[in-house]
C-alpha cells in the first residue's frame, strides 16, 4: 500500500505568518499533485510537479518536489485568511488517473 | 464550461438498503473517477472509469460498484449499507493519461443509520 503522510495534520497561525506543509513517503510517485478543499466542496488542483527537485511558484505559494520522487513541501508566505482550507497532496503512480491522496493538512489563518 | 454535477448532494439510508449515486463529468472528459472521503481514512480511491469499462479499481469489497454510460456519465452503487460506509463520495472528471488535472464535483454526503 502506497502512503503519503502529511505533516502537520492542524496548523492554526496568524496573519502575515509564513508555513510549510510535508508530504511524505517510501514510494516513488511519478508526479504529484497538491489540491485545497473547503468545506462542502470537492478538492481544486493548485499544482502538478512532475521532475525530482522541480520547484514551483504560484504567487505566495511555491512548491517542492523531492529528488528521489518521493516527498514534496508547500510553502505559504505571508498566510492570508482565504488560505484557509484542507490542503492535500496526491501522487500518481502508474497509468490513468488513479491518485493516491495524503493525510492531509487543516489549515486555519485568522486575523 | 459547465463543471461535475453529483446527485444527490445528500442521501440519508438505512443499514442494508442499497444506493446508487450519480456523476456527469465536465464535456469532453471521459475518465471518471469515485473517492471516498471519511474523517478517519481521508481520500480514498474507490474506481476509475474510461470509455466505459473500468481502468483502476481501489481496495474496496465488493459490495461497491460502478459503471459509465456511453454518453461519460457514471454512477456507483453500494449495496447492503453498513454504517461505516457514512462517507463524502466525491467524483473526479478528467481527460485520460498521466498526471492530468482531476476536476472534482461538491460529492454526495451519504449518512447510513
Known amino acids: 500500500t502506497q502512503l503519503l503522510e502529511q505533516s502537520p495534520q492542524f496548523l492554526s497561525i496568524q496573519e502575515g505568518e509564513n508555513l510549510t506543509v510535508y508530504c511524505n513517503s517510501s514510494s516513488v510517485f511519478s508526479s504529484l499533485q497538491w489540491y485545497r478543499q473547503e468545506p462542502g466542496e470537492g478538492p481544486v488542483l493548485l499544482v502538478t510537479v512532475v521532475t525530482g527537485g522541480e520547484v514551483k511558484k504560484l504567487k505566495r505559494l511555491t512548491f517542492q518536489f523531492g529528488d528521489a520522487r518521493k516527498d514534496s513541501s508547500l510553502h505559504i508566505t505571508a498566510a492570508q485568511p482565504g488560505d484557509t482550507g484542507l490542503y492535500l497532496c496526491a501522487g500518481f503512480t502508474g497509468g490513468g488517473n488513479k491518485l493516491t491522496f495524503g493525510t492531509g493538512t487543516q489549515l486555519k489563518v485568522e486575523l | 464550461k459547465a463543471g461535475v454535477t453529483q446527485t444527490p448532494r445528500y442521501l440519508i439510508k438505512t443499514r442494508g438498503q442499497q444506493v446508487t449515486l450519480s456523476c456527469s463529468p465536465i464535456?469532453?472528459?471521459?475518465?471518471v473517477s469515485w473517492y471516498q472521503q471519511t474523517p478517519g481514512q481521508g481520500l480514498q480511491f474507490l474506481f476509475e472509469y474510461f470509455s466505459e469499462t473500468q481502468r483502476n479499481k481501489g481496495n474496496f469489497p465488493g459490495r461497491f460498484s460502478g459503471r459509465q454510460f456511453s454518453n461519460s456519465r457514471s454512477e456507483m452503487n453500494v449495496s447492503t449499507l453498513e454504517l461505516g460506509d457514512s462517507a463524502l463520495y466525491l467524483c473526479?472528471?478528467?481527460?485520460?493519461?498521466?498526471?492530468?488535472?482531476?476536476?472534482f464535483g461538491q460529492g454526495t454526503r451519504l449518512t447510513v443509520v
Open positions: 473526479a472528471s478528467s481527460t485520460w493519461g498521466g498526471a492530468t488535472e482531476a476536476f
Open positions: 464535456s469532453g472528459h471521459r475518465s
